[in-house]
């Protein structure tokens, strides 16, 4: 019976251990952001991912608003157009979409439509959430399922359509990761040479569960050696 409960515990920190590689992702905070507020954005490249303005959309920078500051504001303000962004990595690399942050400002029911493509599935999105935001002038934080953190994508649309009565939406902090062991680069996912030089940070709640993994590795090794 003792062995069977040991081989359980094995088996429950490998997968938590598995669980904490796969959710290692990086913040898109648009920290190196330029421009004053209000300022036209087209671009903006941070640590190997970019986010781009669809042509002809009219986003722009906003420097007084953000979560933190500074973000992303459709526009024109007070009466923005339905508007798209695309987040994609360096060389084509695949990665996962794991969360962003969101508003409706002055009134409620802006939506986003979030669709991961990969260039092998052509136009045919590997997954499509919407979302509609109703608490007003805040960021509301959306994630996505587990099935869709495990999907690779290599190009992520976020399409926004403005409420009625809604002056202007922003974005913010969007949640991507490289799909690797250690959250690096050069595991087979990036092309060659390494997507970044700078690795994906794990997120808090990854390290956790890394650790815990490791701490029922370190429990089975214990009473193995005892039995």
């Known amino acids: 019976m003792r062995t069977h409960l ?3 515990a094995l088996l429950v920190a490998l997968l938590v251990m598995l669980w904490a590689t796969e959710t290692m992702a990086y913040t898109i905070g648009f920290n190196s952001l330029g421009g004053s507020n209000l300022s036209s954005f087209t671009s903006y490249t941070e640590n190997g991912y970019t986010v781009s303005a669809r042509a002809g959309d009219n ?4 420097k007084i608003f953000g979560n933190e500051i500074p973000a992303i504001v459709a526009g024109p303000i007070y009466s923005p157009l339905e508007s798209q962004i695309s987040v994609t990595y360096e060389h084509g690399g695949q990665f996962t979409f794991q969360g962003i942050d969101l508003t409706s400002n002055v009134a409620g029911g802006t939506s986003y ?8 599935s ?18 509301n934080t959306f994630e996505t399922s587990l099935s869709d953190r495990l999907e690779l994508v290599d190009r ?8 009625h009565g809604t002056t202007s939406f922003n974005i913010d902090n969007i949640r991507a990761g490289l799909k ?7 595991t087979g996912l990036c092309p060659s040479p ?5 690795p994906n940070v794990p997120e808090p709640g990854s390290i956790v569960l890394l650790a815990a993994g490791l701490a029922g590795i370190e429990i089975w090794r214990r009473r193995r050696g005892e039995g």
């Open 180 to 186: 690797v062991s250690d959250g690096g680069s050069g």
């Open 194 to 198: 390494p997507c970044t030089t700078e």
């Open 156 to 163: 992520v649309t976020i399409t926004g359509t403005p409420g």
């Open 59 to 62: 986003w722009l920078v906003a």
């Open 6 to 8: 040991s081989r359980y």
């Open 122 to 139: 052509g136009i045919v999105p590997i997954f499509t959430e919407t979302v509609v935001i109703h608490n007003i002038n805040t960021f």
């Open 113 to 120: 439509t979030i669709e991961g493509f990969l260039s092998t």
